[in-house]
């Protein structure tokens, strides 16, 4: 299904409408609360991920949130519900988090959700987002700050992060005895490159252009079992840099893959 059949199930129209309220309002308040401050980025991730990318996504957390995210969210959200594993837990982590889009859309199914960046701008928009709708999420740039949780769930992150296998075994040492550990990003395909915008580049704003089935589903063949997997077509709008090099369509369709596994007791 797409994410645009899939969306109908996750936050209903008045708080979709709310969030995307908050983001517009994030533009203002934000800086009226003096929230920014230098940047510090905890070292273990540094070392492992693009070191652009973190200055990208502070520069752009006051206008990251746009409807096609949300939707993009909701949908993903909703296939995530679908799956055969979920069920209402009591901890939940999203690891790379971001302003909290897939974070806002799966709250409900956790007596506590937690949500993790390296970027403190995005964080910052996340939290004021939280105060505003009444959601309580807790917020953490430390991995290592981090306490154990039933689920961690991540959705396009990984492919920011250079060293996917070490970073998942730092990850998976938070989960509580029988967690689950799902990973949601790019499927690789012939024309994932063009996800990104022509300028960016891998290496310095980004770590892959996706992963293969394989690839992904070797992270979780020590440790783990139940392995679960499932695909989403999504739809992005080109950035004008393809048009200018090549004739391609106003937006493209990629595939996100849902991969996860139970940490084996």
Request: proline share 4%; net charge negative; charged share 25%.
């Amino acid at each position: 299904r797409s994410i645009s059949e899939l969306s109908a199930s996750g936050l209903n129209g008045r708080g979709r409408a709310t969030v995307a309220w908050m983001a517009q309002l994030m533009v203002a308040s934000v800086f009226l609360c003096g929230l920014r401050r230098p940047r510090r980025w905890p070292l273990a991730m540094a070392t492992r991920t693009a070191w652009a990318s973190f200055a990208k996504f502070d520069n752009l957390a006051l206008t990251y949130d746009d409807a096609a995210k949300l939707e993009r969210a909701a949908g993903v959200a909703a296939a995530v519900r679908a799956r055969p594993w979920f069920r209402p837990m009591a901890s939940g982590l999203d690891f790379g988090a971001g302003t909290g889009l897939l974070t806002f859309e799966l709250a409900p199914a956790f007596e506590q959700v937690t949500a993790f960046d390296v970027s403190q701008g995005m964080l910052d928009v996340l939290r004021t987002k939280a105060e505003a709708t009444d959601v309580k999420v807790q917020t953490t740039t430390s991995l290592d700050a981090m306490g154990s949780f039933d689920l961690i769930f991540s959705m396009l992150a990984f492919h920011h992060i250079r060293d996917v296998p070490a970073d998942l075994r730092r990850l998976s040492s938070h989960l509580a005895p029988g967690g689950r550990l799902l990973v949601v990003d790019l499927l690789q395909t012939p024309n994932v490159r063009r996800f990104h915008k022509p300028t960016e580049e891998v290496g310095a704003h980004y770590e892959h252009d996706g992963f293969s089935a394989k690839t992904v589903q070797s992270w979780f063949d020590s440790g783990f079992d139940e392995f679960d997997w499932a695909e989403v077509p999504i739809r992005k709008a080109l950035d004008p840099g393809w048009r200018a090099v090549g004739d391609f369509d106003a937006e493209e369709e990629y595939t996100l893959f849902l991969a996860s596994a139970r940490l084996r007791e």
